[in-house]
């Protein structure tokens, strides 16, 4: 696992503290491009731009180096209805 990525999975386990947790490296392993699935009750009652502002403020200095972040950012229950399907 790159450093990168292991900053990032420290980060959101830390503050975010979810029930699930995806990080997968998109650039070939280069670290350049990430996209992450975070399913957290911290996620509950704010609207999408505010949970991405939110992982966007803990993951800044990480993001300083990326070329591309995508977020998908779940209540438990938004995951559990995914799921479900």
Same mark, same amino acid.
């Given at each position: 696992?790159?450093?990168?990525?292991?900053?990032?999975?420290?980060?959101? $386990?830390?503050?975010? #503290?979810?029930? &699930?947790?995806?990080?997968?490296d998109t650039s070939g392993g280069c670290g350049a491009s990430f996209s992450v699935v975070i399913v957290s009750? #911290?996620?509950?009652?704010?609207?999408?731009?505010? $949970? &991405? $502002?939110?992982?966007?403020?803990?993951?800044?200095e990480e993001i300083k180096s990326i070329h591309a972040f995508q977020q998908?950012?779940?209540?438990?229950e938004q995951w559990q209805k995914q799921q479900d399907k």
């Open positions: 696992m790159s450093v990168l990525k292991e900053a990032i999975e420290e980060k959101l $386990r830390g503050k975010l #503290e979810p029930i &699930h947790l995806e990080i997968e009750k #911290e996620f509950a009652g704010k609207a999408l731009l505010q $949970r &991405h $502002r939110l992982v966007n403020e803990i993951l800044a998908k950012t779940l209540t438990p």
